[in-house]
């Protein structure tokens, strides 16, 4: 008796902090890199490492391949009660190539969501969440290693000159604005017809499949660094018809980020700021999405100098901390203001024949 006792308090002192060990080493390498920023293949090794690691709460989809022959992932996020079917939050990032902070705070959401899930359960309990970290890889890729100040796309783009802004590329309004939109070689360049790239293609048929499977509730397109929370409609002056709702959530995920960091937020319907047709967060709202925003995050750093697109390394976990405040305030007023009992309203004509803006016909 006394033998086995003993050996049985033998093999709990061995087993116990060998397990200990296990859990921290596998706990250090779930940490995301915050500092300084990853390229592609660390986004991927990121991604790739959580899913092996958490297979019941996050699985990765190919969604897509890039003119330059680069995957596009999509990370679903779910609870691992295994329910299917839930409500989805779907957010993208870097659309636009140089906002380096906007993939590391579309990482820090998935590390949030999946490795301090116990925190943030409250977001997962009716709802997934759909995050592409990288929606303009080939672009992102040429701003870190070739020209910093790159937003668009690679693809050629029928002009001399490469790349399409993918934020001006969407169908809703397609061409109006700025004289710009219609200049190959300048920054926004809204790209010879409406989704001509396959980025922007990639970004819709996942709304379209969000739409049919009546599960998209919020559009989240992250952007820097103007530091503001934008609401649909971009191309047209007239409010949405939940426009109140729109303001509400915006002016809440200021306050929570003025609480939390003391960073001012301005709100604002998207054609207030410029009117443009092609946006991400138009298209979103047109096809159902009752919730479409544009997140543009600060790049300030603590000292209120204004780093613009590229904060200093050693302010990337301050600010990735700022916008998870935001996301974070995004994610719970989305959940509260639409339940599961609460029906989505969709408008299923909208997904084979969306709207055209009078710039169409330029093009
Ligand atoms: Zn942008």
Not at 30 to 38: A, G, I, M, P, R
Not at 290 to 305: K, Q, R, W
Request: with cysteine; net charge neutral; glycine share 8%.
């Amino acid at each position: 008796m006394w033998r086995t006792l003993s050996a049985i308090v033998f093999l709990v002192a061995i087993v116990n902090p060998l397990a200990e060990t296990r859990r921290l080493r596998l706990r250090s390498s779930d940490q995301l890199q915050l500092d300084e920023y990853l390229d592609y293949n660390g986004v991927m090794q990121y991604l790739d490492h959580l899913a092996r690691a958490y297979p019941d709460r996050i699985t990765l989809k190919n969604v897509g391949r890039t003119y330059e022959n680069r995957s596009l992932k999509l990370a679903m996020v779910t609870n691992g009660d295994g329910r299917l079917g839930k409500r989805v939050i779907f957010m993208d990032a870097a659309l636009h190539a140089r906002e380096w902070m906007t993939p590391v705070a579309a990482l820090y959401t998935i590390y949030k969501l999946v490795v301090e899930f116990e925190e943030n359960a409250d977001l997962l309990a009716d709802f997934d969440w759909h995050i592409m970290p990288l929606a303009n890889p080939d672009g992102y890729e040429y701003s870190r290693k070739t020209n910093t100040r790159w937003m668009k796309t690679r693809t050629p783009n029928g002009g001399n000159c490469n790349g399409t802004d993918l934020d001006r590329n969407f169908e809703v309004g397609f061409g109006l604005g700025f004289p710009d939109l219609r200049g190959p070689c300048d920054h926004n360049f809204a790209g010879r017809a409406p989704f001509s790239e396959v980025e922007s293609r990639t970004v819709r048929d996942i709304m379209h499949s969000l739409m049919k499977s009546e599960r998209g509730v919020m559009y989240l397109s992250l952007h820097s660094p103007i530091r503001r929370v934008i609401y649909p409609w971009v191309y047209d002056s007239t409010p949405v018809p939940n426009h109140g709702e729109h303001i509400e959530i915006a002016k809440f995920v200021a306050d929570q980020i003025f609480q939390s960091t003391g960073t001012v937020i301005k709100t604002l319907q998207g054609v207030q700021y410029g009117e443009f047709g092609g946006s991400s967060i138009d298209y979103a709202f047109y096809v159902g999405f009752p919730l479409s925003f544009a997140f543009e995050m600060s790049g300030m750093d603590h000292n209120h100098v204004d780093y613009k697109f590229f904060p200093p390394t050693w302010e990337i976990r301050r600010l990735a901390d700022e916008s998870w405040t935001g996301i974070r305030a995004f994610g719970k007023k989305a959940i509260e203001k639409y339940p599961p009992s609460r029906a989505i309203h969709q408008s299923e004509d909208r997904l084979s024949n969306p709207s055209r803006g009078e710039g169409y016909a330029a093009f």
